[in-house]
Nanobody
């Protein structure tokens, strides 16, 4: 079992920044793909950014240049630095973990999820 705990969400004005953290514990060996997804009310969970243990990065087009995903393998923690936030970034943000072989763009292929952290951007 792997436990994921997100933190760092909150309320911020448009143009502001937040840094989300996802701390992994338990049997993390083999969980080489980490991803941040988000889900707004009435919408499906969507990819924000992913990172592999080898450092391969992917971003949703709408967050490129504003968000940065990174990981500290020694701390088993993944981060999402979010700058220039917009009201449309408002959602619950979830951290997911999966094995190397998954399609990292598909949330249903991730094995473990955190409880989510709310991000609200006011205009």
């Amino acid at each position: 079992q792997v436990q994921l705990v997100e933190s760092g969400g909150g309320l911020v004005q448009a143009g502001g920044s937040l840094r989300l953290s996802c701390a992994a514990s338990g049997r993390t060996f083999g969980m080489s793909v980490m991803g941040w997804f988000r889900q707004a009310p009435g919408k499906q969970r969507e990819l924000v950014a992913t990172i592999t243990s080898g450092g391969l990065l992917n971003y949703q087009d709408s967050v490129k240049g504003r968000f940065t995903i990174s990981r500290d393998n020694a701390k088993n923690t993944v981060y999402l630095q979010m700058n220039s936030l917009k009201p449309e970034d408002t959602a619950v943000y979830y951290c997911g973990a999966g094995r190397f072989s998954i399609n990292r763009f598909r949330p249903d292929e991730y094995e473990y999820w955190g409880q989510g952290t709310q991000v609200t951007v006011s205009s």
